[in-house]
Nanobody
Framework: QVQLVESGGGSVQAGASLRISCEISGRAGIVGWFRQAPGKERQFVAAVNHGPNTLYSDSVKGRFTISRGGAKDTVVLQMNSLKPDDTAVYYC???????????????????WGQGTQVTVSS
């Protein structure tokens, strides 16, 4: 069983940076971040595998960086040049360890964390 615990959300001004983390228990494959703003569908942000490979949505490419590593399997999303449109609850999600293909579809991720709020004010 895979468990995901997010941390590091908060409130910042536009243009600031914020770092959120996802600590993983169990064997997880590809791990991604999704976000959901009020009244909107949950959307893909970024994903990483155990190697150096990553995938980003067009809306965050060049501003956000996803990484993975550490003694405890941890995935970090470094968010720079934040905009008010980045305001959302951010969720960590994982695919089963046997799956090696990246996906932007939330239905392809089996395991989910509880979410962490990120608020960016103008």
């Amino acid at each position: 069983q895979v468990q995901l615990v997010e941390s590091g959300g908060g409130s910042v001004q536009a243009g600031a940076s914020l770092r959120i983390s996802c600590e993983i228990s169990g064997r997880a494959g590809i791990v991604g971040w999704f976000r959901q703003a009020p009244g909107k569908e949950r959307q893909f942000v970024a994903a990483v595998n155990h190697g150096p490979n990553t995938l980003y949505s067009d809306s965050v490419k060049g501003r956000f960086t996803i990484s993975r590593g550490g003694a405890k399997d941890t995935v970090v999303l470094q968010m720079n040049s934040l905009k008010p449109d980045d305001t959302a609850v951010y969720y960590c999600a994982a695919r089963p360890s046997i799956v090696t293909v990246f996906s932007r579809e939330r239905t392809q991720y089996r395991y989910w964390g509880q979410g962490t709020q990120v608020t960016v004010s103008s």
